[in-house]
């Protein structure tokens, strides 16, 4: 039989693909889906690693610029200071504080730029000489861009989801008794379970809602056990962002097309 004949013979009788070809076909597959996968997670966790460097710790530098330049935090007395967050506007109990003890004070309101972050327990303080970003710039002090010029308290990421959440810091005075520690404190609302966890442990070294300087607001750590390892952060990536739950919490309705739970977490400053 002529070669040409041959060769058209052949061709014919191959009807499909061999187990081989399609074992091989389908671990290509697998090896692209787990390359994009592992590809989203590094990309994320590069953006947390972002947050923290170019955002929070940025603004750490800003608050203690501030308080250095100033003589004292910001929204306080210059001339009298009292040593915490708008202490110019500080309203306490006169008895209390006569005892040199500030367990009993009214706190001040929080200093932030425009209305507080959504979720924050403490309102803020309003009019232009309570603004975090006129007080700011009065002293001087250089703040992280941000989401640019007059939302430097702003940062813009993506969630789990492929969902755009936002990030506002505030600054405020936290009383003693208060669940996440007192002290002069930033305020960072809009954080999800993912992120919230990740700036702790970078902060802390590790994830613990209730320890060190990085805490959830308004957690409360468990008395009476023997032994207490710590707090889980109260969320997960299965809730969606009207969730409320723990973090063994799974909200039914949420769905991988939904914005994630965020939360709100107080970072302690050292003046």
Known sequence: MPAHQLRGARRTGQTGFTLVEMAVVLVIIGVILGAVMIGRDVQRNAEYT????????QWVVAYNTYSQRLGA???????????MVNGASFAGNG???SGGNMAGATPPAAICRGNAGPGMARAHQSGPNFDLRDLMRKAGVTMPPGRGEGLEDRYVYLDTNGNPQEIQICFQWNPPGTASGSGNVMVITGLTPDLARALDQAIDGKPDAQNGA????????ATGTAFDPGIQWAGNNTQDVTATGGANDVNAAATDADQVRVMVAHLKMNQ
């Open 73 to 83: 935090p910001i929204g306080d007395n210059q001339s009298a200071p009292r040593l």
């Open 95 to 97: 008895t209390t504080l």
């Open 50 to 57: 972002r947050i923290k460097q170019k955002f929070v710790d």
């Open 214 to 221: 990085f805490r959830q607001e308004g957690v409360v750590r």
